[in-house]
T-cell receptor
Framework: DTGVSQNPRHKITKRGQNVTFRCDPISEHNRLYWYRQTLGQGPEFLTYFQNEAQLEKSRLLSDRFSAERPKGSFSTLEIQRTEQGDSAMYLCASSLNVQFFGPGTRLTVL | QKEVEQNSGPLSVPEGAIASLNCTYS??????FFWYRQYSGKSPELIMSIYSNGDKEDGRFTAQLNKASQYVSLLIRDSQPSDSATYLC??????????FGDGTTLTVKP
């Protein structure tokens, strides 16, 4: 257990529904990252925050994805109008210098 | 060409042998280099970080970095069956996002 928590751990949804995931970082970490990982691939960067500021967002991230980190604490990742291709493990990491990952949220879109 | 390349494996070594994992990267501006271990169905776990050319040792693990050759490796001495996992190489230009390879699957046979 790295101290990064994610909820829910599993989410099954129907195509077209909206889903929201939460990440609670290690308390003293000012940076928070979201990645997506599919089977056989390495984690793919989605977005990252320093404190409450969203500093970078992947060009691969469609407008259906949005992330927030109010008050620089926990973060949420929302996917609107889910598609079957969104099925993946969504990983959150936090850092001061090196990134520590949470357990991930596994999303299945039916 | 992917930004971070790893042999997908599988790499199979007998128990007690040295496992050698390799990674090349394309961004010459990369400053930070990481090795993560990922068991099936779990999130990545940080094993080693390395920032300057040369070797860095931590227990049975040694990371090697050669920035001129854009090459980073991980040696695992006295390999154990519990080392069987996928090993992910990650590189970062700064404190921001990391770019991951797709990992090398290692199997240590008793």
């Amino acid at each position: 257990d790295t101290g990064v928590s994610q909820n829910p751990r599993h989410k099954i949804t129907k195509r077209g529904q909206n889903v929201t995931f939460r990440c609670d970082p290690i308390s003293e970490h000012n940076r928070l990252y979201w990645y997506r990982q599919t089977l056989g691939q390495g984690p793919e960067f989605l977005t990252y925050f320093q404190n409450e500021a969203q500093l970078e967002k992947s060009r691969l991230l469609s407008d259906r994805f949005s992330a927030e980190r109010p008050k620089g604490s926990f973060s949420t990742l929302e996917i609107q109008r889910t598609e079957q291709g969104d099925s993946a493990m969504y990983l959150c990491a936090s850092s001061l210098n090196v990134q520590f990952f949470g357990p991930g949220t596994r999303l299945t879109v039916l | 060409q992917k930004e971070v390349e790893q042999n997908s494996g599988p790499l199979s070594v007998p128990e007690g042998a040295i496992a050698s994992l390799n990674c090349t990267y394309s961004d010459r501006g990369s400053q930070s280099f990481f090795w993560y271990r990922q068991y099936s169905g779990k999130s990545p776990e940080l094993i080693m970080s390395i920032y300057s050319n040369g070797d860095k040792e931590d227990g049975r693990f040694t990371a090697q970095l050669n920035k001129a050759s854009q090459y980073v490796s991980l040696l695992i001495r006295d390999s154990q069956p519990s080392d069987s996992a996928t090993y992910l190489c990650a590189v970062s230009p700064n404190a921001g996002k990391s770019t991951f390879g797709d990992g090398t699957t290692l199997t240590v046979k008793p």
